[in-house]
């Protein structure tokens, strides 16, 4: 593994002699063992790296020739799996889902329907009914019953798809007929116009919860204006908060419009395996739509994101490409799922192969019992917080997630006229969550595979001493 020069690429790497096959056996259980010993010394020293890359950008091209990796990569990397990573949410791994990656990568399957590689097909369709099973999803979500499930990249993704199935399910009631032609060409092209996105306001005193009572006075105000209301996403762990949204009467106000409703639980979704969580998905049976990120908080590698449809073929017909090199007997035959028709891409690798080595290395209760653990360490901050007259939480604790800032009263008298209260409040929160992470509300988001109490603890102690010295330039 020569340097490379970033400038331009190498005509000829002189650090190893040439070679007429790219995958020599011998060399590629050389190089393989090499990178799983500098893999896992990277973690066995990965305290020693700041959490926050400390270099500018764009410090790489700066280097006329790498020397090696960890000299010129490592320090360029923000460091996710660093344990006194607390920041945005957890990007979890695992051996498992290492091992699940090498598979997939030395596989090199190109899924994009039931012929080009059964098993990849195969293989997500259990995993789907598996993880549906152990989330206790309406059997209407899973293959077992009329519903199924996809590996996407990203909750964006999901969100994308089933978007479009339910614009395509409502213009097929109405009639495409009925809608300006600048409008449909614009909604088959570009999707929805940003003018017709709702975003609904929220409150403190709902724990940031999204209000049916209020989704229903918008969707009958667009209504009144001639709109056709026909998407609801509704989501369980917001990303600021980890707020949870009300799904039955969410879904019941959705209902009697016959919009969709899509249910985004990225995150906390994961922890819904626990019984003790699974409350929060009540009233799932109501939507349509829902997805988790098995790559934030079950331990597998990024990208791993599982979406379930009650009703696979809206999607499959908003999403269907029917080339006519891609047509077989298994396709035509209507017995195999094609997930080509179930993503944006029309090529898909393997990502089942590391959510079922996941599965299977680890079992149920062994998975239950790491989220529990994040869940225990978040408690401990939350108490730690609790202790400090100084500072509050803000939103109730649901999961691992802390929102905690410095109290008003404790910064009010420290303002030099009421009129600054506000000013002096936001500075001092601000201040502190700039001191701390270089990015106020204050999130500590527990989950990183290798974080332990006590980097939790060190870590109100970092908040504190960055506190006391803010304090003291309003003394």
């Known amino acids: 593994m020569g340097s490379l020069n970033i400038d331009n690429p190498p005509e000829n790497n002189s650090a190893h002699h040439m070679t007429k096959n790219p995958l020599e056996l011998v060399e590629f259980r050389r190089q393989g063992h090499m990178m799983i010993d500098f893999i896992a010394d990277h973690y066995q020293n990965i305290q020693k790296h700041p959490v926050l890359s400390q270099v500018q950008p764009g410090y790489l091209r700066k280097q006329a020739i790498l020397q090696d990796v960890q000299d010129h990569i490592v320090p360029g990397i923000t460091h996710w799996q660093n344990p006194n990573h607390l920041a945005y949410f957890p990007a979890t791994i695992s051996t498992a889902g290492f091992l699940g990656e090498m598979l997939t990568t030395g596989f090199n399957v190109v899924g994009f329907n039931w012929m080009a590689s059964p098993t990849a097909t195969e293989l997500e369709t259990i995993v789907m009914d598996w993880l549906g099973d ?100 509704a989501t369980v762990g917001t990303t600021t908060t980890t707020a949870v949204d009300p799904l039955g009467p969410l879904c019941d106000v959705a209902k009697d419009y016959g919009m969709w409703v899509h249910v985004d639980a990225a995150y906390a979704g994961n922890a819904c395996i626990c019984p003790e969580f699974r409350h929060f998905i009540d009233g799932i049976e109501g939507a349509n739509s829902f997805s988790l990120s098995a790559h934030k908080w079950f331990f597998t590698t990024l990208n791993c994101c599982s979406l379930w449809v009650k009703n696979p073929s809206a999607l499959t017909n908003s999403m269907s490409v029917n080339l006519e090199g891609l047509r077989n007997k298994a396709t035509d035959s209507k017995q195999v799922v094609d997930y080509k028709d179930w993503q944006i891409a029309l090529t898909q690798g393997f990502p089942a192969m590391k959510l079922w080595l996941v599965l299977r290395s680890y079992g149920v209760e062994n998975l239950r019992n790491f989220i529990r653990s994040d869940v225990k360490m978040a408690k401990r901050f939350e108490g730690l917080v609790g202790m400090e007259k100084r500072f509050e939480v803000v939103v109730p604790r649901n999961f691992s997630l802390v929102c905690f800032r410095v109290l008003p009263s404790a910064i009010i008298n420290k303002a030099p006229t009421p009129s600054d209260e506000n000013r002096v409040i936001n500075e001092v929160n601000c201040g502190l969550l700039e001191a701390i992470n270089g990015s106020g509300l204050l999130r500590c988001a527990i989950g990183a595979t290798l974080t332990e109490e006590k980097h939790v603890v060190m870590a109100w102690k970092v908040v504190k001493e960055h506190a006391d010295a803010i304090f003291s330039m309003y003394c």
């Open 134 to 233: 152990i989330l206790k999803l309406p059997k209407s979500f899973l293959f077992s019953d009329n519903g199924g499930g996809v590996l996407h990249g990203s909750t964006h993704e999901s969100v994308v798809c089933t978007m479009v199935a339910a614009r395509d399910q409502i213009l097929s009631q109405i009639g495409k007929e009925n809608i300006g032609n600048a409008l449909q060409k614009v909604s088959q092209i570009d999707g929805i116009h940003s003018k017709n996105f709702r975003a609904i306001e929220t409150t403190r005193s709902s724990s940031f919860a999204l209000s049916p009572e209020l989704l229903q006075l918008a969707i009958c105000s667009d209504v009144k204006s001639g709109l056709v209301p026909f998407y609801v996403c």
